[in-house]
T-cell receptor
Framework: GEDVEQSLFLSVREGDSSVINCTYTDSSSTYLYWYKQEPGAGLQLLTYIFSNMDMKQDQRLTVLLNKKDKHLSLRIADTQTGDSAIYFCAETLYTGGFKTIFGAGTRLFVKA | EPEVTQTPSHQVTQMGQEVILRCVPISNHLYFYWYRQILGQKVEFLVSFYNNEISEKSEIFDDQFSVERPDGSNFTLKIRSTKLEDSAMYFC????????????????FGQGTRLTVV
């Protein structure tokens, strides 16, 4: 079936690196995403990776994709208190039409 | 930068009433989607729409839901007779076609409409 799993909580100290992990089950994914959601707000696309890539770096963000293990990670370098939010892993599948499946979200707490 | 816009940002409606949630996707996009997020839960796929018809829908998208692209720029989600459990944030998204490879581009999401059914 189509499922995206991620741990529910992560707590880090300000200035440390955060690594949020995600696993997915469907190998037909086209894009994999990381979205950030602050309380009461919408979905902010942080970064995405195309399924034939294995790494993407964008300023403080590094995405690693291990297609063999169906594992996606997001590393945030020099984590700041403003990074505290829920981070959703998601994959877009093509099954006759496109749809995006989301994980349950990882709540990141950044301690000053 | 192009963006998906949704209106209204917050709608309150009485149980049993019909609501229409509106979205303006990015102008050259061809695929359109609705998702919902019940408070504190994950974002769930409702429906995808391409070439003026539904291409995929989830089991949540039952007969009380319908989508329409009435005029070439708007994309709407109608809930015919709202129930308390329809209270959620509804997100619209759109994606385009890649120039090569035949696959769609990444999906861009709107900021959501918070629907409260009382």
């Amino acid at each position: 079936g189509e499922d995206v799993e991620q741990s529910l909580f992560l707590s880090v100290r300000e200035g440390d690196s955060s690594v949020i992990n995600c696993t997915y089950t469907d190998s037909s994914s086209t894009y994999l995403y990381w979205y950030k959601q602050e309380p009461g707000a919408g979905l902010q696309l942080l970064t995405y990776i195309f399924s034939n890539m294995d790494m993407k770096q964008d300023q403080r963000l590094t995405v690693l994709l291990n297609k063999k293990d169906k594992h996606l990670s997001l590393r945030i370098a020099d984590t700041q208190t403003g990074d505290s939010a829920i981070y959703f892993c998601a994959e877009t599948l093509y099954t006759g039409g496109f749809k995006t499946i989301f994980g349950a979200g990882t709540r990141l707490f950044v301690k000053a | 930068e192009p963006e998906v816009t949704q209106t209204p940002s917050h709608q309150v409606t009485q149980m049993g009433q019909e609501v229409i949630l509106r979205c303006v996707p990015i102008s050259n996009h061809l695929y359109f989607y609705w998702y919902r997020q019940i408070l504190g839960q994950k974002v769930e796929f409702l429906v995808s729409f391409y070439n003026n018809e539904i291409s995929e829908k989830s089991e949540i998208f039952d007969d009380q839901f319908s989508v329409e692209r009435p005029d070439g720029s708007n994309f709407t989600l109608k809930i015919r007779s709202t129930k308390l459990e329809d209270s959620a944030m509804y997100f619209c998204a759109s994606s385009g076609l890649r120039r090569t490879g035949g696959l769609g581009t990444e999906a861009f999401f709107g900021q959501g409409t918070r629907l409260t059914v009382v």
